[in-house]
């Protein structure tokens, strides 16, 4: 009688139309291949990860795959690279009604929008744009617009200038409206930059808050303006 396991042609066309079972395998031989398996399959899935990834199985792979593998990985940063080039800004834009969809609406994914709607002629719409200008550079990841009022809302009051509105994912995320939130024509770079980090805006490097609360100050000022009575004094009077 023939031997089902021979490796035969004749044997290999039964094999194929189920008649014999299929060939017995080793089992050294199953341990190889499965082996083969793994690696092959690591092995493919590299063209696939992320830079983490890579860095991750780094070890799992073989010599020979060292050099697709950084070929990989460079392919990768260089998509990377590309990513973060076109979430860079660095200047503050101005724009339209028009272009408020496409510039604020459809900014991307996980991109801050920082929108100053301003009139010319109002001195502290002119401080808050030099300082608008200045953050722009600072932190180029945020996207900072400024958009002449009446053309971006119309009607919009005149004594709700200035106005910054803070966008992300096209909702909402804070609002600034009129002078008193900003405290006037004192206001400086650092305490705009310390409003918007908290909104969510930017990532400051300040440590804390540079505007010091009004009610210090106020009480700052009467103590320096009142003399302090001395002892001698309490005595005279008594």
Not at 21 to 39: W, Y
Not at 60 to 66: A, V
Not at 166 to 190: H, R, S
């Amino acid at each position: 009688m023939q031997d089902p396991n021979e490796d035969t042609e004749w044997n290999d066309i039964l094999r194929k139309k189920g008649i014999l079972p299929p060939k017995e395998v080793p089992k050294d031989d199953e341990e190889e291949e499965e082996l083969a398996r793994q690696q092959q399959s690591v092995v493919k899935t590299y063209e696939n990860m992320t830079l983490e990834e890579l860095e991750e199985n780094e070890d799992e792979f073989e010599e020979e795959d060292e050099a697709a593998i950084e070929m990989y990985r460079q392919k990768r940063l260089a998509e990377w690279k590309t990513t973060q080039k076109k979430n860079v800004f660095g200047e503050m834009m101005e724009i339209s009604g028009q272009d408020y969809i496409n510039e604020v609406n459809k900014a991307g994914d996980g991109i801050w929008v920082v929108l100053h709607l301003y009139k010319q002629g109002i001195p502290l719409c002119a401080l808050i744009n030099q300082h608008l200008s200045a953050l722009a550079r600072k932190f180029p990841q945020t996207k900072f617009l400024k958009s002449v009022s009446s053309t971006c809302i119309a009607n919009y009051p005149d004594r709700n200038l200035p106005t910054v509105f803070v966008y992300c994912d096209t909702n909402m995320k804070a609002q600034f409206i009129g002078p008193l939130v900003f405290g006037g024509m004192n206001l400086t770079l650092e305490e705009l930059e310390w409003r918007l980090s908290e909104s969510g805006a930017v990532k400051t490097d300040l440590e804390e808050n540079p505007h010091k609360p009004i009610y210090n100050q106020m009480m700052s000022s009467i103590r320096c303006s009142v003399p302090m009575r001395n002892h001698r004094d309490d005595s005279d009077e008594d």
